[in-house]
């Protein structure tokens, strides 16, 4: 039986022609299949279905989610990474324990992400926060005690923030990952003219965001992405604490900011 399938220019060019035509008549697709987004049943034979193509070094993996929780699109992931994508693809349960830090970005650097509500002109936004565990050299160059890592975010388009008084701006091409109710990526532009997006950062085992701040990303469908160097937040036990924490790295000139729209729910 046809299938009501969205299969998109990219994933189509991992897959090929002929097993994406095979997805779009129903042979090698499921009928019934939990949303790799909002984990809720859906049906490729009455509702609008993405395909998601998640792709590591020499694994790929095809998932399915409602159209209206994810585009059709691939998402690169690190090999030894990907064992998390099949955890959320196929539902089974992740190793007891908490995640481990997560590698990528800017400089293979460790960075720490941490998550809050920040409240900016009187409303909530749902926020990430990020700072990496030590200073960033410039790719491609010796570390030298200095530390890139802003300059190479406002090169990329990232806004320095000296208060919190208004949201920043959409960055474009960039996109933060919420899928199965978790936080999976951070998402920047493909180089070399890959029309994809690659992952800037990637969490090791996808990671837990509260009700409220899920709950906040769905109403705004934007999430934004705070970066400081190292040394500037610290990991803070309370939103209040980390709203002070992000004024005074604002307030030094230790603060930039981006807005993205957030894939999934």
Not at 33 to 56: H, I, K, M, N, W
Not at 112 to 139: D, K, M, N, Q, Y
Not at 144 to 159: H, R
Request: overall charge negative; proline content about 9%.
């Amino acid at each position: 039986m046809p299938r009501l399938l969205d299969v998109s220019n990219d994933v189509r060019a991992e897959i090929g022609d002929d097993e994406a035509d095979r997805l779009l008549t129903g042979d090698h697709t499921p009928g019934s299949y939990d949303c790799t987004s909002c984990r809720t049943p859906g049906d490729s034979a009455q509702e609008r279905t993405s395909t998601v193509l998640f792709v590591g070094d020499e694994t790929a993996v095809l998932a399915f989610a409602h159209a209206g929780c994810l585009p059709s699109q691939v998402v690169q992931v690190a090999e030894d990474q990907l064992q998390g994508a099949v955890r959320s693809v196929s539902g089974s349960p992740e190793p007891a324990g908490g995640a481990a830090p997560p590698e990528g970005g800017t400089a293979q650097a460790v960075l720490g992400v941490t998550s809050g509500l920040l409240l900016i002109a009187g409303e909530l936004h749902p926020t990430l926060v990020i700072e990496p565990t030590g200073p960033i050299a410039r790719p491609g160059t010796q570390p030298d005690g200095g530390d890139d890592f802003l300059p190479l975010l406002i090169e990329q388009g990232f806004m320095p923030v000296t208060e919190l008084t208004e949201a920043p701006r959409v960055l474009p091409g960039w996109s933060v990952l919420l899928a199965m109710g978790r936080l999976h990526a951070v998402l920047q532009p493909g180089t070399g003219g890959t029309p994809s997006q690659v992952a800037w950062w990637q969490a090791h085992q996808p990671l837990q965001v509260t009700d409220g701040w899920r709950a906040a990303a769905n109403k705004t469908h934007t999430v934004l992405v705070c970066a400081a160097p190292v040394g500037s937040i610290g990991r803070q036990p309370r939103e209040d604490l980390l709203r002070d924490a992000l004024d005074k790295a604002a307030a030094n000139g230790r603060l930039v900011a981006a807005a993205m729209p957030l894939a999934g729910t």
